[in-house]
């Protein structure tokens, strides 16, 4: 478990936040713009795999799970989302449920390393929770932000479309703030409807168009982001 911790977390990283916006333009464009994705992905996996890079074994998963990540990648990319419209939601999901067949399948191979992971500084960070909460933390977030759009798209009026910069940056921040207070618990939960609240003058602030204004007053986005927050808030307790 603490092995597909740590990789998931990896791959959450590397997946997300650090697939920038120019690089993800590449990959819808062009073959080689899979190639920085890729390469980026194996050097996060190699960052977090710290305690076994004296370990050839390690250094083969991970180039596998690079490389098969640039295939289920190109798999996407190809053939998926030129079929997408209607179903956006459906081929995120089956995109990222094959990355984590991918990483179920190296920590199987890894197994007789746990040890050395478990006595390395990611067994310190998990035994405190703190590595469940970082990772649901990330799903919440950044992977939040991929999941509502192809939600959007998927279940939207017209086919939907995605949020514009603002709404989204907006939607990241609320569900980072829901999550937070979720699982700090205690009096912390009072805040949530504070944050809630604010919806209203921090829109009036961040817009002028009509259109990004009531995208940020969407009650949908409102649901999507505290539902997916505290769902995220309840498994990070719970794993």
Same mark, same amino acid.
Request: glycine letters at 8%; hydrophobic letters at 55%.
């Given at each position: 478990?603490?092995?597909?911790?740590?990789?998931?977390?990896?791959?959450?990283?590397?997946?997300?936040?650090?697939? *920038?916006?120019?690089?993800?333009?590449?990959?819808?464009?062009?073959?080689?713009?899979?190639?920085?994705?890729?390469?980026?992905? *194996?050097?996060?996996?190699?960052?977090?795999?710290?305690?076994?890079?004296?370990?050839?074994?390690?250094?083969?998963?991970?180039?596998?799970?690079?490389?098969?990540?640039?295939?289920?990648?190109?798999?996407?990319?190809? &053939?998926?989302?030129?079929?997408?419209?209607?179903?956006?939601?459906?081929?995120?999901?089956? @995109?990222?449920?094959?990355?984590?067949?991918?990483?179920? /399948?190296?920590?199987?191979?890894?197994?007789? +390393?746990?040890?050395?992971?478990? @006595?390395?500084?990611?067994?310190?960070?998990?035994?405190?929770?703190?590595?469940?909460?970082? &990772? !649901?933390?990330?799903?919440?977030? !950044?992977?939040? $932000?991929? +999941?509502? @759009?192809?939600?959007?798209?998927? *279940?939207?009026?017209?086919?939907?479309?995605?949020? @514009?910069? &603002?709404?989204?940056?907006?939607?990241?921040?609320?569900?980072?703030?829901? !999550?937070? !207070?979720?699982?700090?618990?205690?009096?912390?939960?009072?805040? &949530?409807?504070?944050?809630?609240?604010?919806?209203?003058?921090?829109?009036?602030?961040? $817009?002028?168009? *009509?259109?990004?204004?009531?995208? +940020?007053?969407?009650?949908?986005?409102? /649901?999507?982001? +505290?539902?997916?927050?505290?769902?995220?808030?309840?498994?990070?307790?719970?794993?």
């Amino acid at each position: 478990m603490l092995c597909i911790k740590v990789l998931l977390f990896a791959h959450l990283l590397a997946d997300f936040p650090l697939q *920038f916006g120019h690089i993800y333009r590449l990959k819808k464009r062009y073959l080689a713009g899979q190639l920085p994705h890729a390469i980026i992905y *194996f050097m996060v996996m190699v960052a977090a795999g710290f305690p076994l890079l004296a370990q050839g074994r390690y250094w083969i998963c991970a180039g596998a799970l690079a490389l098969s990540h640039l295939a289920i990648d190109l798999f996407k990319v190809r &053939v998926l989302d030129p079929r997408s419209r209607g179903r956006e939601l459906w081929n995120f999901l089956a @995109d990222q449920a094959l990355h984590l067949v991918a990483i179920a /399948i190296a920590c199987r191979a890894l197994r007789p +390393l746990s040890l050395l992971v478990r @006595d390395s500084l990611w067994g310190a960070v998990a035994g405190n929770g703190a590595l469940s909460t970082a &990772v !649901f933390f990330c799903i919440a977030t !950044f992977a939040g $932000t991929y +999941l509502l @759009d192809a939600a959007r798209a998927t *279940f939207g009026r017209g086919g939907g479309s995605a949020a @514009d910069p &603002v709404t989204r940056q907006h939607g990241l921040l609320e569900r980072a703030l829901f !999550f937070i !207070f979720m699982v700090a618990g205690g009096w912390w939960m009072a805040l &949530v409807p504070l944050v809630i609240a604010a919806r209203v003058p921090l829109a009036n602030h961040l $817009t002028k168009q *009509f259109r990004e204004r009531g995208s +940020l007053l969407s009650r949908g986005d409102l /649901i999507g982001n +505290l539902g997916l927050a505290a769902a995220c808030a309840i498994a990070a307790r719970l794993v």
